[in-house]
């Protein structure tokens, strides 16, 4: 037996960290390019559920953390806030051979550091190779073999196999630019030296409570951020950002939707995300290693009948998200709404499938109790006794969450994970290799659709092979997804919110100035 060590998806505890009632929420970021304006408005003031952990390269973690760390590094490629396609960066422009396994990158000219010296294909290397073999991100550049800086602005990425999620770490947390003179450095996990268009205001910023952010006049793209200072807050209760709205200590935020009235009555502005994140009960075990009923198909299409998820987004989310049964994400090419009628709620005829499974009695399964996890524990027990299914759950202390869902003592567990582009969704979820894959299922046909997919460089052939990958992991039922869980943004008066939700990146070029919207 193969044994992995343990990976957590860097969006995987943006959600969780939001875990604070029976509601859970997430905050997204989408990707805005905001012209430059003469208004008064000069700072943007937000909050955050959670400290970041470290700023130093190899240890970025995405959700919410992100709206700092993004701010003072570059990365490679960017997402569009508007459709969520890949638009370049750093990178001016990319290329990839006919085999899919070189992909060439082509830096702008002009950049500096912080520092003041000149970003180079030197840097790009130093930083992809230190993040690629340390740190808690190598997986997202794990198809890459070897780097080559030919020139000054050329980097070229040698692939040991096609890898269609790559193009997308390099818009994140995987693709950011360091300074190889300080990068490994401890001063960089709390003022790195990068190419971002923010630095960090040393004097103003308090590690773990505030981060003071000011814009750097010499940025290649500091059109796309109309603010010169940024303030990030960390508030971890929900109901002391709403204070800190109220009170005018913060201008922009994610809310609960029953704040939402009380806040336009206060002369706020409303914009509504329907999904940012997905609760999935995952059923790992789908050879029936550990829980033999998990090996029969019959078995995981009557648990995917067991819940009422329309009733669930009512007493949950009180109506803020979205029933589903499938992972990916709803506004990308490649979801397929008409799969969300394939299980519907059916407890009759999900005790018919266990019986012809031969399980006319049910079974017992434990399942790891999270902190993330609690609220919804009751509803998925009583859920599955409806058809036979008891549920004992196994208290795990916080911060043994990663490894216990990394290993396979659990053959299934409910999570909570940020939304990803679908190429990054199908790694994590479907691939031998990912991390949410903890027994490493694999099928012969499904195999051949995840080669074609990663060896697919034209996107809308490749999102027609993604739909044939979301029906046969829907139809076969290798996971149980239940809802999306979605998000308010609220701002003051002269800020606004870019986007819709299609891109899953957290950005400050997500805020704009309303003269600069026509608002």
Same mark, same amino acid.
């Given at each position: ?83 969520? @396609? ?11 051979s ?6 060439? +990158?082509?830096?702008r000219?002009g ?9 180079t294909?030197?840097a ?24 080559d ?28 630019i360091?300074?190889p ?31 003071? +952010? ?10 796309a ?10 508030i ?10 109220k ?17 336009k ?8 995300? @329907? ?13 029936? @290693?550990?829980?033999?009923p ?19 987004v ?6 803020s ?11 990308a @090419? ?18 018919k ?10 079974f ?12 919804f ?64 299922s ?49 701002t ?18 997500q ?9």
């Amino acid at each position: 037996m193969r044994i992995r060590p343990p990976h957590t998806s860097p969006r995987s505890l943006a959600p969780v960290a939001l875990a604070t009632t029976a509601v859970l929420l997430t905050t997204t970021a989408c990707d805005g390019q905001a012209a430059s304006s003469s208004s008064t408005t000069s700072t943007l003031s937000l909050a955050v559920m959670g400290t970041p952990n470290s700023f130093a390269p190899a240890q970025l973690t995405e959700g919410q953390q992100a709206y700092v760390w993004s701010s003072l590094y570059d990365t490679l490629l960017l997402v569009d806030d508007d459709d969520g @396609e890949l638009r370049p960066g750093a990178a001016q422009r990319w290329t990839y051979s006919d085999s899919g396994r070189t992909l060439t +990158l082509t830096l702008r000219t002009g950049m500096k550091f912080s520092s003041g010296s000149p970003v180079t294909a030197a840097a790009v290397k130093a930083t992809l190779d230190l993040i690629r073999t340390s740190g808690q991100n190598q997986t997202q550049l794990a198809a890459v073999e070897s780097i080559d800086a030919p020139d000054d602005r050329t980097v070229v990425l040698k692939l040991r196999n096609p890898d269609a999620s790559l193009l997308h770490a390099l818009a994140g947390a995987g693709g950011v630019i360091a300074d190889p003179q300080t990068m490994r450095t401890s001063s960089s996990a709390l003022n790195p030296v990068s190419s971002g268009p923010y630095t960090l205001d040393k004097g103003a910023t308090v590690n773990g409570s505030v981060y003071v +952010l000011k814009r750097r006049d010499d940025y290649w793209n500091k059109q796309a951020y109309p603010f010169p200072t940024v303030k990030i807050k960390v508030i971890s209760d929900r109901a002391a950002s709403v204070n800190a709205l109220k009170a005018g200590e913060i201008n922009a935020g994610s809310v609960e939707v029953q704040q939402l009235s009380s806040l336009k009555s206060a002369g706020f502005t409303t914009n509504r995300i @329907e999904a940012t994140s997905v609760a999935t009960l995952l059923l790992f075990d789908r050879k029936g @290693e550990v829980l033999k009923p998990l090996g029969d198909v019959r078995v995981r299409k009557a648990i995917n009948m067991a819940f009422d998820r329309e009733k669930m987004v009512r007493l949950f989310l009180k109506g803020s998200g979205k029933a589903t049964e499938q992972l990916y994400h709803p506004l990308a @090419e490649g979801y397929d709404p008409a799969l969300d009628q394939t299980y519907p709620h059916d407890p009759a005829g999900a005790k018919k499938l266990l019986a012809e499974a031969g399980y006319p009695d049910g079974f017992s399964v434990r399942m790891p109790s999270l902190y993330f996890t609690k609220p919804f524990e009751p509803t998925i027990s009583q859920s599955l006794a409806d058809i036979g299914i008891k549920v004992t759950w196994d208290p795990v202390p916080a911060q043994q969450t990663i490894s216990a869902l990394a290993t396979r003592k659990y053959p299934m567990a409910l999570v909570i994970d940020g939304l990803d582009p679908i190429p990054v969704q199908t790694r994590d979820y479907f691939s031998p290799n990912g991390y949410r894959n903890v027994f490493a299922s694999t099928d012969p046909r499904l195999t051949r659709l995840l080669l074609k997919a990663n060896g697919e460089t034209d996107a809308s052939k490749a999102a027609e092979v993604y739909k044939q990958i979301d029906a046969f992991t829907v139809n076969n039922a290798w996971t149980a997804p239940v809802f999306y869980i979605g998000v308010h943004w609220v701002t003051k008066k002269g800020i606004v919110f870019h986007g819709d939700g299609s891109s899953t990146q957290n950005s400050l070029r997500q805020f704009g100035l309303a003269d600069q919207a026509g608002g």
